[in-house]
């Protein structure tokens, strides 16, 4: 299976995904990956890896949907089975859910449907919550609505800070990403209502 992933910071998940898809076994390789900007640090692992790289900036772009239309050819060009979004912080547009939604994945911070958008560790330390986590799910038009494929939970302890927060699901979320990616790619997967069924 032929995975792009998305990018927009550090790409520890992408690390992760790069170092999983070495075994052959794994059922899936990285074949590019694409940022929406230049400084995105997780493109030079891709490119030390010998993986092509491209960058979408929306100011580049007239609009957003020139920019929507811009990503949605960037990708398929390189013909994915699955589209990760690995720390991706733009929502994806119509044209690129017509062509990529059904197998377009996020990886999430928080355990969904709590504390959606960008500071889910923030938040949950904020609200006091005792477990936080990461969430996989399958995009859809919302902001963090869609389908979920896995979760996992972490313990919020007494004298977390945002910081080791954010890490302590980080680590999970790697684990988590890798092996639901490996699963969905080697088993088959299709979604039934609001869940997602991993055989074929
Ligand atoms: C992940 O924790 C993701 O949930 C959040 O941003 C982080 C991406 O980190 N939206 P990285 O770029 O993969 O290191």
């Keep these: 299976q032929r995975l792009v992933v998305l990018i927009s910071g550090g790409g520890s ?13 794994y059922g899936a390789q990285v074949v590019a990956v694409g940022a929406d900007r230049p400084s995105a640090a997780g493109l030079d692992l891709a490119r030390e890896a010998g993986i092509p790289t491209f960058v979408e900036r929306v100011g580049d772009h007239p609009d957003r949907e020139a920019w929507d239309a811009a990503l949605t050819a960037a990708v398929g060009k390189h013909e994915p089975d699955l589209v990760i979004s690995a720390g991706f912080l733009k929502l994806a547009g119509e044209r690129f859910l017509n062509q990529f939604g059904g197998r377009y994945l996020n990886t999430h911070n928080s355990l969904l449907p709590a504390f959606p958008g960008i500071h889910g ?24 609505t869609g389908v979920i494929i896995a979760q996992v939970a972490v313990p919020v302890l007494d004298d977390d800070t945002e910081d080791t927060l954010t890490e302590r699901i980080k680590v999970a979320e790697r684990a988590q990403l890798v092996d639901s990616v490996g699963r969905l790619a080697r088993e088959g997967w299709r979604v039934e209502g609001r869940r997602v069924i991993i055989g074929r």
């Design 13 to 25: 998940n992408l690390a992760a995904l790069l170092e999983a898809t070495r075994d052959p076994g």
């Design 121 to 144: 560790p923030r938040e949950a330390l904020e609200y006091g919550v005792k477990i936080a986590g990461a969430t996989l799910f399958v995009v859809d038009a919302g902001v963090d």
